[in-house]
């Protein structure tokens, strides 16, 4: 199995930057895409971003230019670089892994908040 532990949520005002950061541990050969989820109060939780194994991203398109996720496969890391970010962005965001067999891993989440 696949250990997913994140970092670097916390509070910052409209138009600041947060880097989120989350490490894997276990059978990460096993792991084929990494990405986050999110999930505000009321509502359900959508993919944010997402990065195979070679690189490969995509991302929700309100996120588009604003976030950039990356994927360190020697170092078992996925971040996720958010800039510009404005109230709807607040959200616990997830940390996943896809795993080759179609299992999904879920980190503990990480609590973003934007107010001013």
């Known amino acids: 199995q696949v250990h997913l532990v994140e970092s670097g949520g916390g509070l910052v005002q409209p138009g600041g930057s947060l880097r989120l950061s989350c490490a894997a541990s276990?059978?990460?050969?096993?792991?084929?895409?990494m990405g986050w989820y999110r999930q505000a109060p009321g509502k359900q939780r959508d993919l944010v971003a997402s990065?195979?194994?070679?690189?490969?991203?995509q991302y929700v398109e309100s996120v588009k230019g604003r976030f950039t996720i990356s994927r360190d496969n020697a170092k078992n890391t996925v971040d996720l670089q958010m800039s510009s970010l404005n109230p709807e962005d607040t959200a616990v965001y997830y940390c996943?892994?896809?795993?080759?067999?179609?299992?999904?891993?879920w980190g503990q989440g990480t609590q973003v908040t934007v107010s001013s």
């Open positions: 276990g059978s990460i050969f096993a792991i084929t895409d």
């Open positions: 990065i195979t194994r070679g690189g490969r991203s």
């Open positions: 996943y892994s896809l795993m080759a067999g179609g299992y999904t891993y």
